[in-house]
Nanobody, 124 residues
Framework: QVQLVESGGGLVQPGGSLRLSCTASGLTLKYYAVGWFHQAPGKERERVSCISASNGGTYFADSAKGRFTISGDNAKNTMYLQMNDLKSEDTGVYYC?????????????????WGRGTQVTVST
């Protein structure tokens, strides 16, 4: 059974940092494209970052460029989203998702497996 579990969310002040983790079971992440999505209250779920299978390329939303990085640890079957210089606009639920094609699509519908999400709140 495929399972993705996000962790690392929490409450941080503006300018702070968090590292989100996505740990997989039932599939090997290195063979999948892995995307991170952000959903703010009342807004559409949007892709923040993605990494193609076998590190074929990384992608970032304009709002995340220069602040976020994506990486993985194959031994732990885990992907990370390092978020720096956090802003109030980053508040919301963050999901990781996988695409068996290994190519990073932009829309949530391109991804087959999803975690339940982890809450990030950026506030004073």
């Amino acid at each position: 059974q495929v399972q993705l579990v996000e962790s690392g969310g929490g409450l941080v002040q503006p300018g702070g940092s968090l590292r989100l983790s996505c740990t997989a079971s039932g599939l090997t992440l290195k063979y999948y494209a892995v995307g991170w999505f952000h959903q703010a209250p009342g807004k559409e779920r949007e892709r923040v970052s993605c990494i193609s299978a076998s590190n074929g390329g990384t992608y970032f939303a304009d709002s995340a460029k220069g602040r976020f990085t994506i990486s993985g640890d194959n031994a732990k079957n885990t992907m990370y989203l390092q978020m720096n210089d956090l802003k109030s606009e980053d508040t919301g639920v963050y999901y990781c998702a996988t695409d068996m094609t290994g190519v990073c699509g932009d829309l949530p519908s391109a991804f087959q497996s999803w975690g339940r999400g982890t809450q990030v709140t950026v506030s004073t």
